[in-house]
Nanobody
Framework: QVQLMESGGGLVQAGGSLTLSCTAS????????MGWYRQAPGKERNLVAA???????TYSDSVKGRATISKDNAKNTVDLRIDSLKLEDTAVYYC?????????????WGKGTLVTVSS
């Protein structure tokens, strides 16, 4: 069982930056990969960025060039920083973790943190 807790959401002005943090209840080195997803009202939950155990990263086209995902193995945290925030970045952001080999989706989810970008 892996518990994930997100923090760092809130109200941010367009053009600003935000860093979200996800703290895992287990060593992030025991997890195959971790990712940040987001879900806007009335829309599906979509991948924003992911990072593997080895540190390889993936970004969605919507944030590529504006976002950085990183992890701290000592603190068991995965952070997501998004710069040049846009109104369309408004969503609930979820942290997820994959422990099952070959699984495409997340095994565990956090409860989410709301990010609201204002004009």
């Amino acid at each position: 069982q892996v518990q994930l807790m997100e923090s760092g959401g809130g109200l941010v002005q367009a053009g600003g930056s935000l860093t979200l943090s996800c703290t895992a209840s287990v060593s992030v080195l025991s997890v195959r990969s971790m990712g940040w997803y987001r879900q806007a009202p009335g829309k599906e939950r979509n991948l924003v960025a992911a990072i593997t155990r080895a540190g390889s990263t993936t970004y969605s086209d919507s944030v590529k060039g504006r976002a950085t995902i990183s992890k701290d193995n000592a603190k068991n945290t995965v952070d997501l920083r998004i710069d040049s925030l846009k109104l369309e970045d408004t969503a609930v952001y979820y942290c997820g973790a994959v422990v099952t080999p070959g699984k495409s989706g997340m095994d565990y989810w956090g409860k989410g943190t709301l990010v609201t970008v204002s004009s």
